[in-house]
């Protein structure tokens, strides 16, 4: 089956550097991916859709130049924390829809857990 | 925000059936219903979806009421790995086509 594949899965980085987390779609082509974000015990939050070859759309409240969105190929798409602070450690995940499939099913990475100290 | 409501949390027998309601009552005609379950410190998995039938795979079976504003995800014989966070999910298909997180439900499997 389709399979979402995220680097790193875990990752500690100081305050006031940038961190990229990698988001591939293995055996597809994904011309949207989707990035969410998880504070412990709560629901996942939508922080933006990244489209491939152009800018991604983020969600209201979420700061673009901080969270960096590139989408430069069909099966990557990355996300760069910059300027990271310790309020920005979190479980970041990505997602990526199949295209084709009923009802276009998306299917999510393993996510990855950023700690920043 | 999210168009689901679900009940904070479940427990069920291992080997029993886990039925697991969703409200969905504003649901338009061309809006899925999709399932995902998260176990901890996982990414979401995919379990079932569907658009007004009922729909069975491997994992589960989802039965749509005929007005469509409430579903059940049921899984046959819950195993203790079925414990995790239950999410039901009405797909908001404008032009980005994205997945709107709810609170979904705590299903605890106990032996």
């Known amino acids: 089956g389709a399979v979402v594949s995220q680097h790193p899965s875990r990752v500690i980085c100081k305050s006031g550097t940038s961190v990229k987390i990698e988001c591939r779609s293995l055996?597809?082509?994904?011309?949207?991916m989707f990035w969410y974000r998880q504070f412990p015990k709560q629901s996942l939050m939508l922080m933006a859709t990244?489209?491939?070859?152009?800018?991604?759309?983020?969600e209201q409240g979420v700061e673009k130049d901080k969270f960096l969105i590139n989408h430069a190929s069909l099966t990557l798409s990355t996300l760069t924390v910059t300027s990271a602070h310790p309020e920005d450690s979190s479980f970041y995940i990505c997602?990526?829809?199949?295209?084709?499939?009923?009802?276009?099913?998306?299917?999510f990475g393993e996510g990855s857990w950023l700690t920043v100290v | 925000d999210a168009k689901t409501t679900q009940p904070p949390s479940m427990d069920c027998a291992e080997g029993r059936a886990a039925n697991l309601p969703c409200n969905h009552s504003t649901i338009s005609g061309n809006e899925y219903v999709y399932w995902y379950r998260q176990i901890h410190s996982q990414g979401p998995q995919y379990i079932i979806h569907?658009?007004?039938n009922n729909e069975t795979n491997e994992m589960a079976s989802l039965i749509i009421t005929e007005d469509r504003k409430s579903s059940t995800l049921i899984l046959p014989h819950a195993t203790l790995r079925d414990t995790a966070v239950y999410y039901c999910?009405?797909?908001?298909?404008?032009?980005?086509?994205?997945?709107?997180f709810g609170t979904g439900t705590r299903l605890q499997v106990f032996p």
């Open positions: 990244s489209n491939e070859g152009s800018k991604a759309t983020y």
């Open positions: 997602s990526a829809r199949v295209p084709g499939d009923r009802g276009n099913t998306i299917y």
């Open positions: 569907g658009l007004k």
């Open positions: 055996d597809f082509q994904a011309t949207t």
């Open positions: 999910i009405v797909r908001v298909v404008y032009n980005t086509d994205k997945l709107i």
